[in-house]
Each structure stands twice: as structure tokens, then as C-alpha cells.
């Protein structure tokens, strides 16, 4: 199999950014016949004529127009692969990240990646905000660096993704609940008033399906949007929330937790950003915080192991 020329990438790019022979060989340093051959040798690999006469100007082909953004990005990233790094000087960074997490993390993770960001880079602030949907818009335009969540089926091809850890679920309820002194049984837990973690009322997930294969339903009393709101609730009330275990942590203080009797899913929690911040010195750092912080929240000494 023939080797691509790679340096094509480069000329493509240029012209397709001036859509000119002749802007593109001056901004290239070549010579206007030279950059006419290289066209030439680029509608040859592509197989499409790329940039065609209308009148006076060339016009680009619906192929150039597809390939414009792919070929820029690619050029970028290897631009950004052949300049020699920066070193970064934590001590001198000065600059505010933004984070969009549920509030399960925050209240879980957040201290401790705090104290690991101040004690590291005193000049870098966080900012958390709460993450209400998957669309992954804030991160494409750059209001947000960084966000953890489950990877769905609707985010975007394009975004980098990093494991965190994975987590399972629990029940909890208020400390003197009346599944806290009887062995808990599919039945005993799905006849009691359920609040829904979901911005959809009247959602069913895997839970409900392990439920319904035994003729069992949940009776939902309240929905939800957040971990915390959930907890709030059940420890001032006899409702029931199914939380995630891990997630939730430091936010179970006088409840009690029990396995859930039925088959639960596990899910992966990640870390997702822009490819644009990939090679961003800072950026990895603070995904290396991250990653740290998840892999041992433990380490500020305000947790115990489970």
C-alpha cells in the first residue's frame, strides 16, 4: 500500500483556507506553477477535483468543503505535537478552570481536588457548575474544560474521554426506617414510595426492567434532578432513594444504605473534554489531578475506606 504524502495535508489546508493557486504558493513560499502541480497531485489522492473554476474565482467542492474542518484540525494537532513543550511553572499559573460535575461529586471529590490544585498552583481557581444535560455544546465552545459524567450514546464523536472509576447502586433511607431492621426483599423495596433521580417523569431504566421481570414496580412519590436533593429528601422522610455508592459518600452521614436486591447497572464514571485542549499543558495537569483525586479520595484524610 502506496505511503500517503503527508506534507499534502498542509497544502490542502492552505488552499483550501484561501481558495487560491495563487494566495496559497504565496502564503507557502512556492512558486504559483509548483502549487498549481501539488493541486494537481492532491485531486489525484482525493479523487475529487476539490477546488474548480467559476469565472474568474475557484470554488470549492462539496468534498473540500466536508474535509476543511478535518484537515485544519489535523494539521493543528500536528503542529502542536512537532513544537517543542513548554514547561509549565505551576507555582507562576494563574487561571480559572471550569468544571460542569453533578453535585454528587463535588460533595464527594471536590475538597480534596481543591486541596490538590492549591497545593500545587495556588493561582489556579476552580469553578464548578452543575451539569443539567449531556450536551457537550459548553465544552465545543469552551465555557467549560472539563466534565465528568457517564458516557451516553449522545455525546459528541469528538470528545476526549478518560475512565474515572466505576460505581454501582445502593438504597438509603432515613436512619430508623423500616427496611433497616428486616432482611430487604425485592418485594419489601419496590413497595415502598420511591424518589426518581430523572428529569423525566415517568422514566424507566434498568432497575425497573430487573423489577418488572419479577412483577414488581416501583412506586415513584417524587423526581429529582440531583443526588443530594434525593438524599435530603429521603432522611426527612420515609421515601426511598437509589443512589450511586461511591458518588455518594460523604453524603450518607446517618442513613442507612443497603444493597439493592435485584440486579443493578454499574456504570463508568469519566472525565470528558475538547480534543482543542489536549496537548494544553495546564489542561493536563488539572486532568491529572482529577484522575488522582478519583483513584484515591481518601488522601485528605476526611473519608474512610469502605
Request: charged share 10%.
Given at each position: 500500500m502506496?505511503?500517503?504524502d503527508l506534507n499534502l495535508l498542509i497544502t490542502l489546508n492552505v488552499l483550501l483556507a484561501e481558495g487560491s493557486v495563487v494566495r496559497a504558493a504565496q502564503r507557502l513560499g512556492l512558486s504559483p506553477s509548483a502549487m498549481s502541480r501539488a493541486l494537481a497531485r492532491l485531486r489525484q489522492t482525493t479523487g475529487d477535483p476539490l477546488l474548480v473554476r467559476a469565472g474568474r474565482v475557484l470554488v470549492a467542492t462539496p468534498r473540500a468543503l466536508e474535509l476543511r474542518e478535518q484537515v485544519s484540525q489535523l494539521v493543528q494537532d500536528a503542529t502542536s505535537v512537532l513544537r517543542p513543550a513548554e514547561k509549565l511553572d505551576l507555582a507562576q499559573l494563574t487561571r480559572i478552570f471550569t468544571l460542569r460535575t453533578s453535585d454528587g461529586f463535588v460533595e464527594n471529590f471536590g475538597a480534596a481536588l481543591l486541596a490538590r490544585v492549591s497545593r500545587d498552583a495556588p493561582g489556579v481557581q476552580l469553578r464548578f457548575i452543575q451539569k443539567m444535560n449531556k450536551d457537550s455544546a459548553l465544552l465545543r465552545d469552551g465555557s467549560v474544560d472539563l466534565e465528568t459524567g457517564v458516557v451516553g450514546a449522545a455525546a459528541s464523536p469528538e470528545l476526549r474521554t478518560r475512565a474515572l472509576f466505576r460505581d454501582g447502586f445502593i438504597?438509603?433511607?432515613r436512619a430508623?426506617?423500616?427496611l433497616s431492621s428486616a432482611e430487604i426483599t425485592p418485594a419489601r423495596y419496590a413497595a415502598q414510595r420511591h424518589i426518581i433521580i430523572s428529569r423525566r417523569q415517568g422514566h424507566k431504566g434498568?432497575?425497573?426492567d430487573s423489577l418488572q421481570l419479577l412483577g414488581l414496580e416501583r412506586r415513584?412519590?417524587?423526581y429529582v434532578d440531583g443526588i443530594s436533593t434525593a438524599l435530603a429528601l429521603?432522611?426527612?422522610s420515609d421515601l426511598v432513594a437509589t443512589v450511586p455508592e461511591r458518588h455518594t459518600l460523604n453524603l450518607r452521614t446517618g442513613m442507612f444504605s443497603f444493597p439493592l436486591p435485584v440486579t443493578s447497572?454499574?456504570?463508568t464514571v469519566s472525565m470528558l473534554w475538547h480534543p482543542r485542549m489536549d496537548a494544553d499543558s495546564a489542561h493536563r495537569w488539572l486532568r491529572q489531578c482529577v484522575l488522582d483525586i478519583c483513584g484515591n479520595?481518601?488522601?485528605d484524610g476526611t473519608l474512610t475506606s469502605p
Open positions: 502506496t505511503k500517503p438504597g438509603v433511607v430508623g426506617h423500616g434498568p432497575l425497573d415513584a412519590a417524587a429521603a432522611q426527612g447497572p454499574i456504570i479520595p481518601y488522601q
